[in-house]
Structure formats: C-alpha cells, structure tokens
C-alpha cells in the first residue's frame, strides 16, 4: 500500500499564528512529540525570519533523530544559505524554497512578471541542491495561480532539483473538487511530474482544509503539510490528526496509509494545548474530549452491545485510555509512572519528579485523581518559569455594597525583591489582576480570560488562559489549580514572567554579555 508523507508545520505556519507562539524549549518539546509521532518531516521554522527562528531550526537539527528535518526559504540566497547553516546538525534535512505565483501576489506584492517568477523560482531551486539533496518547492497561492502557468513553473522547479512539488491554497478558497481538477490538470500537464511527490497545503479559511487535503490524497498526491490540532494562520491549516485518521480509517477508499503511530495522536495534541495555553474544543474531530463520548441513550446501548455501531475508531487507536483506574493520594510512584506511560508520554521527555510532587499535592486537594488531571499536569504549567512566584494571595468578594471584591498580592522575584500590593475590581479576578500587574510594575492590559474544568466533580482541576497586551504584543499564559482564582492568578504570572524574561534577555544583549542573554533565552 502506498504510504503517504505527513509533513508536520506546527513548528513553523502553526506556530507563526497568534496565540500560538512558542519558545525554544517548548518547540523542542513539541518536535521530540512529533518524532515520537513519527512524522516523516517537521518544518523547523522559517530560519531567515530571526535569530530566535534561526535558533530553533538549529536546534530541532541537532536533537531530533528520525524524521527529516527541514526549514522554510524564500527564493533568495540569504534565505536560503540561512536555512541551509541552521539544519546543519540534521542527519537528514530538506529545504523548502518557495515563491508566490498567483497574479495578484505577483503584481502587488512581488512586483515581478511571470518569467521573473520562474526565473527565481529556478535560481532558487538550484542553490537549494547545492546545499541539500532534498528540495521542496511551493508555490505560493498555487490556487488562485493561472493552471497552464503553474503547470510551467512546477515544470521549471523539478528540472532545477525540487524533488517534492507542493500546491499550497494560501488563503483557503479551494474546494475538494476544484483540488481533485487542479491535481489532475497538474499530473497530465507537468511532463517531469513522475519525478516529484505531489504535496498539498491547505488553510481552513472557509473550513474546508482536512476535505481539500484528502481530495489532493485521492487525486495521488504523497504529501500532506498539516498541524497538530489545526493550528495555523487566520483559521489555521489542515488537521494532521484527522487527515491521518481519515486516511487510515478509510484505508479501503483511499488506497493508502501513513507511518504515523497514531497512539500518539491524542498526547501530541494535549501536550500542544498545553504549550500554548490553548484549548482543544470538546467536539474537536479525533481529539476533542467528546470525540468517544456516547451521551445519547440509544448510542450508549449500541456501543455496549457492539461498540461498531457508532464507533468507527477506537479510542485506544489514537491514544485515548478506555480504563476505570483513577489514582488516589495512595497511589504511589510507580502507578504515577506507569499512568504515565499508558497516556502515551515517553518518560524520557517527562519530567517525572516534578510530575509525581505535583501529583501528591493534586491528590491532597482532590479525592480522585483522572487521567486528564495528570495529563495536565505533564503537558501544562503547574508551575511558571520564573522569575517571579506568587507568595501569598488574598482574595474577598461577595455580593452587596459592603462587599467590593478586593486582593491582596505578594509576589517574590528570584533576586530576592519582594512587593506587595492591593487592587479592587469588577470581581475577584479582576481585582487579583489589579493587584498582580501593579506589583509587577509592568504595562499589561488585559484582554481576555477563559476557565475551563478539566474533569468533573466538584474539586475538579480548574484550567486558566489569560490574555493580555504588553507593548502591543498580545501575550497568552495559562495555569492550573483546583481553585479557579488561583489557577487565573497563575496564567497571569506565567505572561508576567515571560514579559520579566524578555526584558532580561533584552537587558543582557545591551550589556553585550552573550552568555548571560543565552541563559535568559533558555
Ligand atoms: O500557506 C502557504 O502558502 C505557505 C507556504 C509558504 C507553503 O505556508
Ligand atoms: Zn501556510
């Protein structure tokens, strides 16, 4: 059976969106999940874009084994030496080299005539194999893109080099049959078209990316670009677990498969909602908390008597526990662990110390201790990186002219400073973020909180991601507790350290010192 690609770009498009955006460390994380997953490639980043992008490629280079590594170029030489220099480290690596052809990028944003496109288009194609033995080519906007042109440059890149063509829809306007069409028209037009995958990239503008990559799949084409959970520019990019779900649950119709393990599926999607402090919506396809859920009566007797009557995956298939073992504050390390393992988690990329301590203090506060509080409180952030830690918050409230919500905040920097402050709001949240941003001195506007519960019941874990603007900059942060003021008040130190760890590392690049702003970087 033929295998199809699944080139993974949550590193790179998912992570350009906002809301979205991820350290260092948080997209090795991420890539170290991703080689678990066994993509075939991880895009990297766009190395040229900055020297944090540049960092990042180099780093996934240097520390992920397995899939090919790979990062995005323009079609130009510093774009492409840049990227070349940071994959470097990669055992295998690829270059993806692209430029727009669509008449209104050409004419508005390029500013060049069609044969100036090919020609860069080509130029670029070939440095890229001077540099890297695999070569992708995208053209930009393929969509919107004249056919008969698209079919000349694509003929153009391949002769350069490019091994996998790609036919990006830039701004999600296709449709699946006007993708099967564009397809066809590409494979009887492009004479050389044997010697290249056919690659699809599709945005979800109007919703239908997943259906417009699956299209593309029908029509024979090998690669798929897509994320973890969706994300991506504007309404983000196709879904790579229900691509991957829908090409292996329907591996009679589409006459193919991947190599992804796709019990890998769900902790892949958790662990990146958990870095980015972003939701899963419950009727999320594949991932979603209902995506197994029989609520409904008759649906509920159908899947004890044979769970094929509404179910077409398995939950096991895509990682999803089917057990009713919950751990208690008796359970012990062992059971910890070997939960873990069960989720899907590969303890090597676990901190398994810090997940056991913060398990014994969960369990202290909450009778029964499920699944999806664990998964919690692996993927997400119990704890903020520093540099402040709140030490002690009081908060009143109630209802009544005597009753102004009010907070008292302390909040302690690793330096040793202390301060203290008050604040009174709407509510009590909105006093303990008066009084948290007037501690941190920092210029914060909030602009957004969302609380959701993790498990039901009434201790259940309570998960916070607050939003706010600093310099114009919108910041995302998130925390967990089984207290709903406490868990807000911990998204909100998370973007206040990230904003105190910016302006150290800014500080430390003043001063010239590189090792100092290497460790604030970190
Ligand atoms: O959406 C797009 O066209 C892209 C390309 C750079 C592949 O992200
Ligand atoms: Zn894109």
């Given at each position: 059976m033929d295998s199809v690609v699944i080139f993974d770009t949550t590193l790179r498009d998912g992570e350009q969106s906002p809301g979205f955006s991820m350290t260092r460390p948080q997209k090795l994380r991420m890539a170290e999940m991703l080689a678990a997953l066994k993509v075939d490639v991880i895009e990297a980043g766009f190395a040229a874009a900055s020297p944090g992008d540049f960092a990042s490629v180099h780093s996934v280079a240097e520390q992920i084994q397995g899939p090919r590594i790979c990062s995005l170029a323009r079609c130009n030489e510093n774009d492409i030496t840049q990227a070349a220099r940071a994959l470097e480290p990669a055992a295998r690596k690829r270059l993806h080299v692209f430029i727009a052809t669509s008449p209104i990028h050409r004419e508005h944003k390029l500013k060049l005539s069609r044969e100036q496109v090919i020609a860069q288009a080509v130029s670029g194609v070939k440095l890229a194999r001077s540099l890297a033995d695999d070569v992708e080519f995208s053209a930009e906007d393929a969509i919107r893109t004249e056919p008969e042109y698209l079919a000349e440059v694509l003929e153009a890149a391949i002769a350069a080099g490019a091994s996998t063509v790609n036919i990006p829809d830039t701004v999600g306007y296709t449709t699946p049959a006007e993708m099967t069409r564009l397809i066809r028209f590409i494979q009887e037009n492009v004479p050389n078209i044997d010697q290249a995958i056919i690659s699809t990239h599709c945005h979800n503008d109007l919703g239908m990316a997943v259906a417009n990559s699956l299209s593309?799949?029908?029509?024979?084409?090998?690669?798929?670009?897509?994320?973890?959970?969706?994300?991506?520019?504007?309404?983000?990019?196709?879904?790579?677990?229900?691509?991957?779900?829908?090409i292996h649950t329907r591996a009679d119709h589409f006459g193919c498969d991947t190599q992804i393990d796709t019990t890998k599926l769900h902790p892949a999607s958790r662990l990146l909602a958990g870095i980015t402090g972003s939701f899963v919506p419950r009727n999320k396809a594949v991932v979603g908390d209902n995506a197994f859920a029989h609520e409904a009566g008759i649906h509920q007797h159908g899947v004890l008597a044979h769970a094929e009557t509404y179910e077409i995956m398995k939950p096991e298939d895509v990682g999803v526990l089917q057990s009713d073992l919950v751990l208690g504050k008796h359970s012990g390390r062992h059971a910890v662990v070997d939960r873990i393992k069960q989720l899907g988690f590969d303890l090597e990329f676990v901190n398994v110390d810090q997940v056991f301590a913060d398990f014994k203090n969960l369990a202290d506060q909450k009778k029964r201790v499920f699944d999806a509080d664990l998964e919690a409180l692996i993927t997400g952030k119990p704890h903020s990186e520093g540099p402040w830690r709140i030490e002690a918050l009081k908060v009143t409230s109630g209802i009544g002219a005597d009753h102004e919500p009010h907070a008292d905040v302390t909040l302690v920097h690793e330096d040793g400073t202390r301060r203290s402050q008050s604040g009174s709001g709407d509510g009590p949240l909105d006093a303990t973020f008066h009084a948290m941003i007037e501690a941190s001195g920092l210029d914060l506007h909030m602009t957004g909180l969302a609380v959701r519960s993790i498990t039901e019941g009434e201790d259940a874990q309570g998960e916070a991601e607050v939003r706010a603007t600093y310099e114009g900059n919108e910041m995302k942060g998130s925390g967990l507790s089984t207290d709903i003021v406490a868990a807000s008040a911990r998204a909100l130190l998370d973007i206040i350290n990230s904003v105190s760890r910016k302006q150290a590392r800014k500080q430390a690049g003043d001063r010239g010192d590189p090792a100092e702003a290497r460790a604030a970087a970190n």
């Open positions: 593309a799949v029908e029509q024979g084409a090998r690669q798929i670009e897509c994320t973890i959970n969706g994300i991506g520019e504007r309404a983000g990019n196709a879904s790579l677990e229900e691509i991957v779900m829908a």
